[in-house]
């Protein structure tokens, strides 16, 4: 017996804003179901997180109902958990997820709880629910959907339920749960600890989780397939992830003899890139935009090249080549910006990166991560108002790379520039002057 296990689809999801980004969701969602049909497994499983959100519009359910039936049609049947992303707000009678269960797209488990006790009954077809489901063959698939905060316990309870089970005929039991595996993901909390799952040990052969889309296996026991599409580019670190084919070997009459051998599937996607840029050392704008152009020319090169060989090895394999589809591209900019943050031009900044990358990127992004100079000073209180401007003007001026030379002869302008705006000059005189002094302060630069 073979079965897939596949979680965090995020059908719906317009990324970046970005419709082809919404296409891209659904692309992944059929490439992992021509998976499921091309290895001719006997079952799915869905983690949860179909959908990207509660709320979904009429083509996210579209991409959901075709991709089901093709499913259905192969005789492969959905079995799944409800995630986060697409839980039933309080007030509606069902979700989507159970929506789909009722058109008999697939198999949605679930437990009642009863004074904190899960109730657990088998699949019934007719009624479209029940927490766990037996399938031809020995194997039997327990379901719980996403309980948050509170899955720790849900899980235990669930575990001393099972417990309660009349013994069956199954060889090989299934626990399926949108959840993730504390340390797995340092950044993100929320997961159960190893301990944690152990309640369910003496039960279940396989825990197939989904919510963290980092794929990673523990103890040969737990596993999480990972996202089939990037939902953050932070994503496209972990290349080989998007489903997991099981085989097992059911032929023994020994339940304890049974074994799982279990392929990590990469799906194809499209390409991410992330390049991160310290402006500590430019001294002006220009400069920035110049070294920049340098960098961003560099990396489309290397990009070029990845992706001609990606797509010559996807047409060699006879599979697909998304890999050429025009990528997403995010510039982040960090460290000190040595220069006026109102003189950093961001859509100037992305007009080279698109124009450094042919064809032009999907999706052209850069951040402002920099951090403004310092400002701080240690004025001499001993000075006179008019020194003690100079002192802290000078020093502005001194921390940015285009003043930096002059800081003294900028700030003297400025100071002078201030009395005779106090002192009633007309406009024309201001301007004279200002006019006046930078043409000095270019000379002496010159000269310099």
């Not at 502005?396 to 400025?414: K, N, P, V």
Request: glycine content about 6%.
């Amino acid at each position: 017996m073979r079965f897939l296990h596949c979680a965090d689809i995020h059908l719906g999801y317009q990324q970046y804003n970005n419709k082809e980004r919404f296409n891209d969701f659904g692309r992944a969602f059929y490439a992992v179901i021509d998976e499921a049909i091309g290895r001719k497994v006997d079952f799915v499983i869905l983690a949860g997180d179909l959908f990207h959100k509660r709320s979904i519009d009429a083509l996210t359910l579209n991409q959901a109902i075709r991709g089901l039936e093709r499913l259905r049609r192969a005789g492969i049947p959905c079995i799944a958990v409800e995630g986060n992303h697409e839980r039933a707000y309080y007030d509606e009678t069902i979700g989507w997820m159970k929506f789909l269960a009722l058109q008999e797209l697939m198999i949605l488990l679930d437990a009642e709880f009863v004074d904190s006790k899960p109730q657990l009954r088998a699949w019934d077809a007719a009624k479209r629910q029940g927490s766990y489901v037996d399938l031809p063959g020995g194997v039997r698939v327990h379901g719980l959907r996403y309980y948050g905060s509170g899955t720790v316990l849900a899980v235990a309870a669930y575990a001393e339920a099972m417990t309660q089970l009349p013994p069956g005929e199954a060889k090989y039991n299934i626990f399926v749960a949108h959840a993730g595996v504390e340390g797995q993901m340092d950044e993100k909390a929320g997961g159960l600890s190893p301990r944690q799952w152990s309640p369910l040990r003496p039960h279940v052969d396989y825990v197939a989780l989904g919510h963290f889309h980092k794929p990673f296996e523990v103890d040969d026991w737990i596993y999480n397939p990972g996202s089939p599409e990037n939902c953050s580019i932070a994503e496209n670190d972990w290349q080989h992830r998007g489903y997991l084919v099981v085989d097992l070997d059911l032929k023994t009459e020994n339940k304890e003899t049974v074994r799982h051998t279990v392929f990590q599937g990469r799906n194809r996607r499209r390409c991410f890139r992330l390049y991160p840029y310290k402006t500590d050392h430019v001294q002006s704008p220009a400069q920035l935009h110049d070294r920049l152009r340098s960098l961003l020319t560099r990396k489309a090169t290397e990009l070029a090249d990845e992706m001609a060989t990606a797509e010559i090895a996807g047409k060699s394999a006879g599979g697909p080549t998304a890999d050429i589809l025009p990528p997403v591209i995010e510039l982040y900019l960090t460290g000190v910006l040595p220069f006026e943050r109102s003189a950093l031009d961001v859509p100037a900044i992305e007009a080279i990166l698109e124009e450094c990358f042919q064809p032009a990127p999907l999706v052209a992004m850069v951040k402002n991560l920099t951090q403004p100079s310092e400002f701080a000073i240690s004025p001499d209180a001993t000075l006179s108002r008019t020194a003690l401007e100079q002192q802290v003007l000078t020093d502005l001026f001194g921390r940015d790379g285009r003043y930096a030379t002059h800081s003294s002869e900028w700030a003297a302008m400025t100071v002078n520039l201030k009395q005779l705006v106090l002192a009633g000059a007309s406009a024309s005189a201001v301007l004279d002057e200002l006019s006046a002094q930078v043409e000095a302060i270019d000379h002496a630069d010159t000269e310099s």
